[in-house]
């Protein structure tokens, strides 16, 4: 199986799925201030100031190229009926974490932790702070919708922040110059400010970029509680979370449930260390979380 992001593939440019998570580690280094959010002024706190795309990496600003101009509303149409079906195969919840973990990138010795070290250490993180146990089983699954990666999808349609589409991209979306080259940028139609949806339609109603956290989301959905839920969905949508947009489609819902994302994204950024978890050890705690809340097989 080729693994995406090994060298040279024009397709996969970055060297790995971390490259991306790191950039936004940096790009949003300090959490948010939910009181800041709710508020007319997003979070402008100094260190927003830094151009960050003036310092990305030139593999990092390839993949958003890519990604800004692959995203259309046709795009997300065809890859939710590819596969929200849920079709492809069945596997666990752990036996996805070790599927996913074929990512690793072992070519590298300076390398970031595995996949499944990521996700144990934020659910760890979690647990450590005394959170409910949906909480925690959240944090465990939150990137399992990276396999999309593993079932032969390009990195720009796996990772990246999610936006909507089928309205105007907001120009806080990090690199909005790349959407020129995204044909929905030529439909006056969607590019109004709440183009093909209304407002206050919430965003269960809303198409967002093609992603692991629809992904997992749609897999997980009927087994988690409503805040997780959310934090699985809308984790890498920053756009909303951190930028403050797209408020004139959210419902009184989703601006009840953004303190829950916000709580997760914490985690989700800011407890990576490079002391790998001992999966050994912690493997039987999360068999019995799992099981407590999924079917043995989940339907991906
Ligand atoms: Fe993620
Ligand atoms: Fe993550």
Redesign the pocket.
């Known amino acids: 199986m080729t693994i995406p992001g090994k060298t040279n593939d024009p397709q996969n440019p970055l060297h790995d799925l971390e490259e991306w998570?790191d950039f936004v580690k940096d790009r949003y280094s300090k959490p948010a201030d939910p009181q800041k959010l709710v508020g007319t002024n997003p979070d402008k706190s100094e260190e927003q100031f830094r151009d960050y795309e003036a310092e990305a990496r030139s593999s990092v600003r390839e993949f958003y190229r890519q990604n800004h101009r692959g995203q259309t509303l046709e795009f997300v149409h065809q890859k939710r009926d590819e596969y929200l079906k849920l079709d492809r195969r069945e596997m666990g919840v752990w036996e996805a974490a070790e599927f996913l973990n074929m990512l690793v990138d072992d070519s590298d010795p300076d390398t970031d932790l595995s996949q499944l070290a990521h996700l144990l250490q934020t659910s760890e993180q979690i647990r450590s702070d005394g959170h409910p146990r949906w909480f925690v089983l959240a944090g465990f699954v939150?990137?399992l919708?990276?396999v999309l990666c593993l079932f032969g999808e390009p990195q720009w349609a796996v990772?990246g922040d999610t936006f909507p589409v089928g309205c105007a991209f907001s120009d806080k979306i990090v690199f909005p110059e790349f959407f020129d080259a995204n044909p929905d940028k030529r439909s006056a139609e969607l590019q109004t400010t709440i183009g093909i949806y209304e407002e206050g339609c919430g965003l269960d109603n809303v198409l967002l970029s093609w992603g692991?956290?629809e992904y997992i989301y749609q897999v997980t959905k009927e087994h988690l509680p409503v805040e997780a839920q959310y934090m699985l969905r809308y984790?890498?949508f920053y756009p909303w979370h951190r930028e403050g947009e797209y408020r004139r489609l959210t419902n009184g819902q989703d601006r009840e449930m953004l303190k829950w994302v916000l709580e997760f994204n914490r985690y989700?950024l800011y407890t990576k260390s490079h002391e790998p978890p001992d999966v050994e050890a912690l493997k039987p705690y999360y068999e019995d979380l799992i099981a407590d809340f999924f079917p043995t097989k989940l339907r991906w």
């Open positions: 998570d939150h990137d919708g990276k990772v692991h956290d984790h890498s989700d």
